[in-house]
Nanobody, 126 residues
Framework: QVQLVEFGGGLVQAGGSLRLSCAVSGRTFSRYYMAWFRQAPGKEREFVAGITWGGASTYYADSVKGRFTISRDNAKNTVYLQMNSLKVEDTAVYYC???????????????????WGQGTQVTVSS
């Protein structure tokens, strides 16, 4: 019943910006930690950013700190990933993810996420 749908992927020049959106339905969105993961060709799916249920606390992978910002709008059941200063190595399929346990700090623990979006492709050109 829980569905996550990502929007906003596309092609962008290095140094540019993109904003990804993830619309969530089928649950009480405001009770859950939300995260973004990504998977590049030849690599494992990796954690990018996470945000607590109320949006007060965020957590980022070292590779994106200072460049990406995760946020959420609980009234719209949507989580965002603002990506600035994009690099070629940011090219990947980006996935929105949510755990099944409410009020739980799942952070970058991939195995703790039970719900995933279909993914949206982000391609950064040099």
């Amino acid at each position: 019943q829980v569905q996550l749908v990502e929007f906003g992927g596309g092609l962008v020049q290095a140094g540019g910006s993109l904003r990804l959106s993830c619309a969530v339905s089928g649950r009480t969105f405001s009770r859950y930690y939300m995260a973004w993961f990504r998977q590049a060709p030849g690599k494992e799916r990796e954690f990018v950013a996470g945000i607590t249920w109320g949006g007060a606390s965020t957590y980022y992978a070292d590779s994106v700190k200072g460049r990406f910002t995760i946020s959420r709008d609980n009234a719209k059941n949507t989580v965002y990933l603002q990506m600035n200063s994009l690099k070629v190595e940011d090219t990947a399929v980006y996935y929105c993810a949510a755990p099944s346990i409410p009020y739980h700090y799942t952070r970058g623990e991939r195995t703790k996420y039970d719900y995933w979006g279909q993914g949206t492709q982000v391609t950064v050109s040099s």
